[in-house]
Every structure is written in structure tokens, then in C-alpha cells.
């Protein structure tokens, strides 16, 4: 079942007179339960093409399905409903919300849902254990390292139960040990739950977890096969 | 809701200072404004009780051609018979008192020292003279046969270097357009609470203010008092007689009846002002949050969080503050209008013509002041922090997201 698709996606980015093309007629599928990574040279338009996946962004020209629904005419709100119901995002920098304990960060987008409050502690328990933070549950972001920030942010990814989960360069921010411990968890949630992941990256370390591989390059695809880990 | 209260909450801790000093401008403003209302309540509310139950009365009945203005005792602007007109009207039922009162226009003097005054014959034991008789500091007051004797207020007195036993002269003008003098004891020395009208007024008995001035049976006003002084209208309507005209409270005192009405919008026009300059220092607040939650924003967007909700986030935030400010300013406020309420403010002899006023203000606190007051803080900080929150919600998740990495 594919459950994402762009079809002849171009993102323009407009500064003053000048126009860049981030992405130039990029058409693509995701399939359920993949583990893809997006790779290519910084600026070659991966994170662009993960805020369209996203439906952060809209594109400039061509259409994007998100489990076979049209999403690049809907408004911002339609948007933040996809988003809320269908998409996980894990970014770069640790984006947990700096109020928040590990366990209401996690929590938030089960609130966006509308989950009722002895599902969200289920649920949050559930995710808190998987990433291994049961007994962080209660420290704000800046009381924990990155590495165990970006599992928060990978258990909040999780926790709607997305459809996909969109990953920016998820361990650049992170040294060897803490990098290769959240792609092993990212790997083994795959395995476990199904969830399909795409995730940036251009660190070789981190393809070779990759089933799959698409390289970008100035803004196009270039290289579409199987990944290492295949 | 409890969410979004607890993220505002947090919010607020993450700058304590900042966010308390917002508050704490909110606070200020607030407590001046109930400070200013009370103090204003409690000076028209003094000014409209002392005009009442020293000057004008409930309702005073004069004759048809009597001038206010002139003060004149001759004949053609008097009430004849006076103790009769009096005497009819207080056996109406919701009249407590009514009794005759002859004003007349007379000069004072003590060796090189004169004044000119108000020269107001009374009937000594009326209950209409409470104010002055309780307010006797020295001396006794008037008896009816008394035909020598004259009251004083204390300015009178402290000017001309009276005292209890003393003797002054009196000029008056009389019905005729001659003038007449003697020589009067100070029997007694009062105090109304009001300076400005006690220093221009002199006080003798009806018979011998009549003789004086050559009066006659004749009187320049009944003085009337009711039970309840919103019964004027009614009481006026059942005093008939051609020869009389007969005058509420309210037609006496228009100026301060008005300024007594409109004494709320009057506030909530200076309150909108003094909130508006206040507000932006919140709504700066705000906008700083803003502008340092961009990425956060931008999370929450990514989330899925929606534009209202955002706006929801930041509105809770600023109602929280606000919600401190008002506590904080209303407990100030109210304390100071309290403590003042009980010892006063001094001011004197305000020198201000034609209008009574105590020489202390008793400032007043009113609850519908104090609600409105509130409200008012409230919703305009509120309506103000409405832009900070639009701004936010109008962030694109993708701006937010890339803002400072
Ligand atoms: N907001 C923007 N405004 C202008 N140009 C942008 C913007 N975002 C990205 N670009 C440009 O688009 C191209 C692709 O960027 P990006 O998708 O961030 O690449 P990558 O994530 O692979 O580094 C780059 O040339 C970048 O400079
Ligand atoms: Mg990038």
C-alpha cells in the first residue's frame, strides 16, 4: 500500500529576484513499512522534500498523496489535521517543547487527538518504555542528554500512531554511540510496529541502516535502489 | 483547558521577572484607577450629601418671585406666614422635617476686620440645624427668644479672632434696600466638615433674623427634609399653592447631579486611557514570548496544532497575567481606598465657589466600580494581547521550524 507519493513536485523558493529550485519534478512512493533514506549533499532539497511529505510545506507545482488523499490543495488547518493524524516528525535539533516533562511531550500530540486521559497514559507508558525512558519520564529536555531528548522525540513521533514518520538528519546532532543507539531503536520500531520511515541523512553510518536509498542531487533524484540494510 | 493552563503557567515561570513586572504594571494601573474612582465617589457622593443636608435641602418651597441669586428680604420674594406653609407641609408622611429659613446679605466686622456673610435666620430647635448643632466645637447653640445671640462657624471665627462671648457687629440689608447694624455675642462656634461654606455663613434665630431685617412674618424658603430623598418628586407634586414654586433636590443641585451620573463614564474613560498605556507594556511581553517561541510554535504547528489553539495558548498565558495583575491591583487598591475611606484626605478649604465640599475626602469604594474596573483590565488586556497571539498563529510551521537552528 503506498502511503505517501509525490508526482512531479517542484518547490520554487523565491528571495527577492532570484529563484531557486529546491526540488525540480521529483515524483516518488512510499510504501508501507519502509525504512528509505533520503541522502545527498547539503541544499540538494531533502529536508524540502520532507516538509512536503510532511504537509509542512506546499509545493509549487505537482500533487502530494498522503495514504492516497490529495494533501497539496488543503488549507492550513486540513494540513495541521493530516499532520495531527498521520504524520510523526523527528528533527535535527531536539524539538521537544523546553516546559514540558518527557512524559507531556509525548503527550501532546495524543492531546492534539483528542485520546482520552487513561489511553494517553497508557499509550505514553507504552512509547516511554519502548524508547527506554521509563525513568526519565519526569525531566524537562535540558535535564536529559540529546541522545535521550531524540528518543523522546521518537517516542512522540510515534505516538499517534502515524502512518509515516518523517525524519530530519536525526543524529547529526548526536556522537557515534548516541547516533547508532536511535537508529537501532528507529530500526527495530520499524520491525516491530510497521511504521513506515524516511529519514535525511548524508552520514554513510546512517545509511547503512537504510533498506531502501534515494539520493537527491540539485534538487532532482538521482539514485533510486535498495540500501545496505536490504 | 487545563493543558493549555499549565503550558501558560510555565510560560510565565520561564521569565518570573519579566512576567511579574507585566504584571505587576497591570497591577499599578489597576490600583490607581480604583484608588481615583473611590476617591471620586467619595468627594461627589460628601459634596451631594453635605449640599443636601447643610444648603438645599430635599426640596425647599419659595415664593413664586424669590431669586436665589439676590438674596433679598424684600417682601415681594418671601413666603408669608412661614411657620403655617412649614407646619402643613410636615404633617405630610414622607416629610421628616420642614422649617422656615430667611437668608439675608450682611457684613461682619470686629475692629478693622470684616466679612461678608450669609446672614441665615433659623428655628433654633428644628432638626434641620443637626449639622450645626453637632457640630458645635465651643458655646451653645440658639434659642428662639434669643435676641442678641448669633452662631459662627470656625473659619468665621479664627479669621476675625472670635471667640465663645465675644462680640461682633452685624450689618444687614433690609427689606426696605436700607441698612441696619448691631451688636451680637457669640454664643456658639461650629463646624460642618466644610470649610468653604462655614466661612460665609452666620446663623441667628428666625424671629430676630425677621426684626432684623425687617422681614416680617416672612421667611426666604422651607427647608424640608424627607424620610427618603427619593421620594422628592412625589412629595413636590402633592405641595400646592399658587403663590409657590417648589424645588427638588435634583433641580437644586443639576451641576452635581450630573456630575454624579456621569462620574462612571467619566472613569471608564480615564481607565481606558491609563489601561492603554499600561497594556503595552503587556502586550510588548507578549511579543517578545513570541518572537522567542518561534521554534516552539513552529513544533506544535508540525504537531498539528491549529491556528486557534495557538492563539488559545497565548490568550491563557496573557489571562493569566492579567488575572495577577487585577488580584494584585485590586487588593492595593482597594487597600488604600479603605484605609483612606477611614482617615480621610485633607484638603481644606478648596476655595471652589458655588459647591460644597468637605474639607477631608472619605474616598468611597463602590463594588460595581470595583467590578467594572476589573472587568475592564481584563478584557482590554485580553483584546490587546489578541495581536501578540494572531502573530503566532499565523507562523508557517515550515518559517517557525528553520527560524535559529
Ligand atoms: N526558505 C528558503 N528560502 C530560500 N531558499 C531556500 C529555503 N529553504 C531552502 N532553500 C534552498 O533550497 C535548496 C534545498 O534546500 P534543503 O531542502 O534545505 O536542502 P538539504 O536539506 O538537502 O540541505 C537549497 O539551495 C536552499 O538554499
Ligand atoms: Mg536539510
Known amino acids: ?230 | 483547558m487545563r493543558n493549555y493552563l499549565k503550558m501558560a503557567y510555565r510560560n510565565l515561570l520561564r521569565h518570573r521577572r519579566r512576567s511579574a513586572l507585566s504584571a505587576l504594571a497591570l497591577a499599578i494601573a489597576l490600583a490607581l484607577l480604583v484608588f481615583m474612582a473611590a476617591f471620586f465617589k467619595g468627594e461627589m457622593r460628601s459634596s451631594l450629601e453635605d449640599t443636601l443636608r447643610l444648603s438645599s435641602g430635599h426640596l425647599q418651597v419659595r415664593d413664586i418671585d424669590y431669586d436665589p441669586d439676590k438674596s433679598s428680604v424684600a417682601w415681594g420674594y418671601l413666603i408669608e406666614k412661614p411657620s403655617e406653609v412649614a407646619a402643613k407641609i410636615a404633617s405630610l408622611p414622607p416629610v421628616r422635617t420642614a422649617t422656615p429659613r430667611l437668608f439675608a446679605s450682611g457684613i461682619v466686622s470686629v475692629g478693622q476686620d470684616s466679612a461678608g456673610v450669609q446672614i441665615i435666620g433659623i428655628e433654633p430647635d428644628s432638626e434641620a440645624n443637626a449639622p450645626y448643632r453637632q457640630g458645635l466645637v465651643a458655646g451653645e447653640f440658639l434659642t428662639a427668644e434669643d435676641r442678641n445671640g448669633i452662631v459662627i462657624g470656625t473659619p468665621l471665627a479664627e479669621s476675625l479672632g472670635l471667640q465663645v462671648g465675644s462680640t461682633l457687629n452685624l450689618l444687614v440689608n433690609t427689606a426696605e434696600g436700607t441698612v441696619d447694624e448691631q451688636t451680637f455675642t457669640v454664643r456658639g462656634i461650629f463646624s460642618t466638615g466644610s470649610s468653604n461654606y462655614d466661612k460665609g455663613i452666620v446663623l441667628l434665630p428666625l424671629a430676630k433674623a425677621q426684626a432684623f431685617s425687617g422681614a416680617g412674618d416672612r421667611a426666604s424658603i422651607i427647608f424640608v427634609l424627607l424620610e427618603d430623598r427619593e421620594q422628592a418628586q412625589a412629595v413636590a407634586s402633592a405641595i400646592t399653592g399658587a403663590a409657590y414654586k417648589v424645588l427638588t433636590w435634583q433641580e437644586m443641585n443639576e451641576l452635581l447631579v450630573l456630575v454624579n451620573d456621569f462620574s462612571n463614564a467619566y472613569i471608564t474613560f480615564l481607565s481606558l486611557i491609563i489601561l492603554g498605556v499600561t497594556v503595552t507594556v503587556i502586550v510588548n511581553t507578549m511579543l517578545m514570548a513570541v518572537f522567542e517561541r518561534t521554534r516552539e510554535i513552529g513544533i506544535l504547528a508540525a504537531l498539528g496544532m491549529k491556528g486557534r489553539q495557538i492563539i488559545t495558548l497565548f490568550l491563557t498565558e496573557a489571562a493569566l497575567l492579567a488575572l495577577g495583575g487585577v488580584a494584585v491591583g485590586l487588593l492595593a487598591g482597594g487597600a488604600l481606598s479603605a484605609y483612606f475611606g477611614r482617615v480621610g484626605i485633607y484638603f481644606g478649604d478648596l476655595g471652589v465657589s458655588g459647591m460644597i465640599f468637605g474639607d477631608r475626602i472619605y474616598p468611597y469604594l463602590m463594588l460595581d466600580d470595583v467590578l467594572r474596573l476589573s472587568v475592564t483590565a481584563f478584557l482590554v488586556t485580553l483584546l490587546a494581547c489578541l495581536y501578540p497571539a494572531r502573530l503566532a498563529s499565523r507562523m508557517e510551521p515550515v518559517e517557525a521550524l528553520r527560524a535559529e537552528k
Open chain 1, 1 to 230: 500500500m503506498e502511503v505517501a507519493k509525490v508526482e512531479n513536485v517542484s518547490r520554487v523558493y523565491r528571495v527577492g529576484e532570484v529563484e531557486t529550485y529546491a526540488l525540480r519534478n521529483v515524483s516518488l512512493t512510499i510504501q508501507n513499512g519502509e525504512f528509505t533514506a533520503l541522502v545527498g549533499p547539503s541544499g540538494s532539497g531533502k529536508t524540502t522534500l520532507l516538509q512536503l511529505l510532511g504537509c509542512l510545506d506546499q509545493p509549487t507545482s505537482g500533487r502530494v498523496f498522503i495514504n492516497g488523499q490529495e494533501v497539496s490543495r488543503l488549507n492550513r488547518d486540513q494540513r495541521a489535521d493530516i499532520r495531527k493524524g498521520h504524520i510523526g516528525f523527528i528533527f535535527q535539533f531536539f524539538a521537544l517543547i523546553p516546559t514540558l516533562t518527557a512524559y507531556e511531550n509525548v503527550e501532546m500530540p495524543l492531546l492534539l487527538n483528542g485520546m482520552s486521559a487513561r489511553q494517553r497514559h497508557e499509550r505514553v507508558m507504552e512509547l516511554l518504555k519502548a524508547v527506554d525512558l521509563l525513568d526519565r519520564k519526569d525531566n524537562r529536555p535540558d535535564q536529559m542528554s540529546g541522545g535521550q531528548q531524540q528518543r523522546v522525540a521518537i517516542a512522540r513521533a510515534l505516538a499517534p500512531n502515524p502512518s509515516i514518520v518523517l525524519a530530519d538528519e536525526p543524529t547529526a546532532n548526536l556522537d557515534t554511540t548516541n547516533g547508532e543507539q536511535v537508529m537501532t531503536l528507529m530500526t527495530r520500531l520499524n520491525q516491530e510496529t510497521g511504521v513506515t520511515f524516511v529519514f535525511a541523512t548524508h552520514d554513510p553510518r546512517v545509511i547503512r541502516y537504510a533498506r531502501r536509498v534515494i539520493t537527491l542531487r540539485d534538487g532532482t533524484i538521482a539514485e533510486n535502489g535498495t540500501g545496505p540494510a536490504n
